[in-house]
């Protein structure tokens, strides 16, 4: 683990995680915002699971209808997970391009936490960034919405959804929570190790990137880079996260 600890700058003291939880709204998000840290965590002994709050059916490409592209999304993200050593998959099946942070998803993401118990939960952010439009799709944010309420409070209360003690599934506290795309970051993840394997994932969604697919590895070279030089860091590569301790 102390090499892991190595790949991780922050400016407070950041906990090496045992179990990570990875949950965003669709199919290619997390490749998008944290596949090269998924990569450096599995690569240093850290299970990684990922929660995929909706199908990614009501995108595109438009030739196919809503079942087919769920078969199709479905099949590229666990590819892409294989890819960084994921094999846990969770979908929860709520409807795409239209979430929102209710009690239905709150308490679907607190059943996941209890279920999976992770001492890390990385999800998107739940603040709307003007500079940053297509991080801050509506789907993200209530993602990001109920996530956050999730951690904290609902998932370690025992009085939050009592239905999930009927089910069997006890409270947990999560004690960190790391948000991607966020307006403000304190913690960064060095990925130049693993920047290759996130271009692999993010190539496995052939329904979404094959008509880029000459175009993003540099494109993403060129975000990783220019997160390390706004960090400060040496690094070549970063993801980067803002770290909320919820213990």
């Known amino acids: 683990m102390s090499i892991l600890a190595d790949l991780i700058h922050a400016d407070h003291d950041e906990p090496i995680p045992t179990r990570v939880l990875v949950v965003v709204a669709h199919p290619d998000d997390i490749d998008f915002g944290a596949a090269g840290t998924v990569a450096a965590f599995v690569d240093h002994g850290v299970e990684v699971v990922y929660g995929l709050v909706t199908d990614g059916d009501a995108g595109e490409p438009?030739?196919?209808?809503?079942?087919?592209?769920?078969?199709?999304r479905h099949a590229e993200q666990e590819a892409a997970g294989r890819l960084l050593g994921v094999e846990e998959v969770h979908w929860l099946g709520f409807r795409d391009g239209a979430l929102v942070a209710d009690l239905d998803l709150r308490r679907a993401v607190s059943r996941l936490i209890r279920?999976?118990?992770?001492?890390l939960v990385i999800t998107q952010s739940p603040i709307r960034d003007l500079d940053r439009i297509y991080a801050s799709h509506p789907d993200h944010l209530a993602v990001g919405e109920a996530v956050t309420a999730a951690v904290y409070p609902d998932a370690r209360n025992a009085r939050s959804f009592p239905e999930?003690?009927?089910?069997?599934?006890?409270?947990?506290c999560v004690p960190r929570l790391w948000l991607m795309a966020s307006t403000e970051v304190d913690t960064h993840v060095d990925i130049t190790a693993t920047i290759d394997r996130k271009i692999e994932a993010l190539l496995a969604h052939h329904s979404q990137n094959d008509q880029r697919a000459d175009?993003?590895?540099?494109?993403?070279?060129?975000?990783?880079?220019?997160?390390?030089?706004?960090?400060?860091?040496p690094c070549c590569c970063v993801e980067s996260f803002r770290s909320v301790n919820t213990e």
């Open 62 to 72: 438009a030739e196919y209808s809503a079942p087919e592209l769920k078969k199709i």
């Open 115 to 119: 279920q999976v118990r992770p001492d």
């Open 164 to 172: 999930l003690l009927e089910e069997g599934h006890q409270p947990h």
């Open 215 to 233: 175009a993003l590895p540099g494109m993403i070279t060129e975000w990783a880079s220019a997160n390390a030089d706004r960090a400060g860091t």
